[in-house]
């Protein structure tokens, strides 16, 4: 089994100027590009949990909506798909 590319999830959340809560997680690579395969299951479940916990949170504070943003390397999608990113939600 080779060794995977570490990651680190940037995760931000608050209420919007229209009342949603919204949660944003993004992707830390330190290592992008070593060669390294990222553990995109790993990966995938370190952000529901994170989606779970905000949620909760958003909840506690009085959040009847919440809108999630996800970066596109949990979605699994190559970087070559730039311009995909404001669109994929």
């Known amino acids: 089994m080779s060794e995977k590319e570490p990651f680190t999830l940037l995760i931000t959340s608050g209420f919007t100027d ?3 809560w919204l949660i944003d997680i993004g992707v830390e690579r330190p290592e ?4 390294k ?3 995109l299951g ?3 479940a370190a952000a529901l949990q994170a ?3 905000e949620g909760r949170r958003g ?7 919440v809108r999630v943003h996800l970066d596109q390397v949990i979605l699994g999608l190559d970087e070559s798909l730039q311009d995909l990113n ?3 939600h």
């Open 37 to 39: 395969e990222i553990d």
């Open 32 to 35: 992008q590009g070593s060669g």
């Open 86 to 88: 404001d669109t994929v």
């Open 18 to 20: 229209d009342g949603e």
């Open 42 to 44: 790993g990966l995938r």
């Open 51 to 53: 989606i779970a916990a």
């Open 59 to 65: 909840r506690s504070l009085g959040a009847e909506r």
